[in-house]
């Protein structure tokens, strides 16, 4: 049971055995624990990934881009295993120092480019391509503020609520109360947004979009974190759920979401168009 009173000493240490569902590989330092280069494929860009909301953003891009036919958008996706520690092992370090996925490297250019944070991983895509990100201010701006505000909420949704409400070894009012309401003013933020235009960013479609559903979706479809659905009253948000419900009938978005996932009707590495096609049987 937690203590009521506790009372923070003057410094912080580490408590090894706080519990939780992530305890075993959380540790209040960075950086490389363990030798392990990254595999490689045959395809310019290699992503290093889990399909996590943040992870799905990345995999539902590169297959919007292929379905818009940029053949080279081709991509191998490896599994990172996060429960397991692979995002500490010394290859992905040095692609991403933060540890966390989804990491890239492109090496269709001279020099490979190594991009991590998903948000910076979409607007590298969609720079590079020239899809799914407005060229001209100030639609750009506007996309650019969207996709930002996203990243900015992510850890609120996740790291707050998510974590209080599913992942924590007991349940505790107060840290559940405060991120509840934060998430419904987010989640209120995006439907009074998408009550005055189509998409996140406008009329357009972009990685503004590709970058909330990564979140949203779970909550629009009913499977994020347990039944936080019913909890946080999701339904009541009309233009978010027609929103979710527009882009989950998107093909690159039913197969991007499935990728760099284990179990029945998921995909635990993509390195061709097949590897997808053989568990959506199209
Ligand atoms: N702001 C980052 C967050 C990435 C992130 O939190 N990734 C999580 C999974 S969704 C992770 O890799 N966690 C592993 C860890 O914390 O050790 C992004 O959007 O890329």
Request: hydrophobic fraction near 40%; proline fraction near 6%; charged fraction near 25%.
């Amino acid at each position: 049971m937690a203590d009521p009173t506790y009372t923070p000493p003057k410094v912080w240490t580490w408590d090894k055995g706080n519990g939780g569902e992530w305890a075993s590989i959380n540790r209040p330092t960075a950086g490389a624990r363990q030798d392990k280069e990254l595999p490689r494929g045959v395809h310019p860009l290699q992503l290093y990934s889990l399909g996590t909301p943040n992870g799905q953003k990345v995999t539902i891009m590169l297959e919007e881009l292929l379905a818009a036919g940029v053949k080279e958008a081709e991509y191998d996706a490896w599994l990172i295993n996060i429960g397991e520690g692979d995002q500490f092992g010394s290859g992905f370090v040095s692609v991403n120092p933060n540890s966390k996925i989804p990491a890239l490297l492109d090496y269709s250019g001279d020099k490979p480019v190594r991009i991590f944070e998903s948000g910076a991983i979409l607007l590298y895509l969609a720079d590079k391509f020239g899809k799914f990100v407005p060229a001209d201010y100030p639609e750009r701006a506007e996309c650019l503020s969207w996709l930002m505000w996203q990243m900015s909420t992510a850890p609120l949704i996740g790291g707050g609520f998510g974590h209080f409400y599913a992942y924590a070894p007991e349940k505790y009012e107060y840290p559940i109360n405060r991120y509840a309401m934060e998430t419904k003013r987010i989640l209120d933020v995006a439907d009074r947004r998408l009550g005055e235009t189509r998409y996140v960013a406008g009329e357009e479609y972009t990685i503004a979009d590709i970058a909330a559903y990564g979140w949203f979706g779970g909550f629009v479809r009913g499977d994020a974190y347990g039944d936080a659905a019913t909890f946080l009253d999701v339904q009541s948000y009309g233009n978010l759920m027609r929103w979710g419900e527009e882009l989950g009938a998107r093909e690159p978005v039913q197969r991007g979401r499935i990728v760099n996932r284990n179990g029945e009707g998921f995909v635990q590495e993509r390195h061709t168009a097949a590897d997808i096609d053989v568990v959506l049987k199209v």
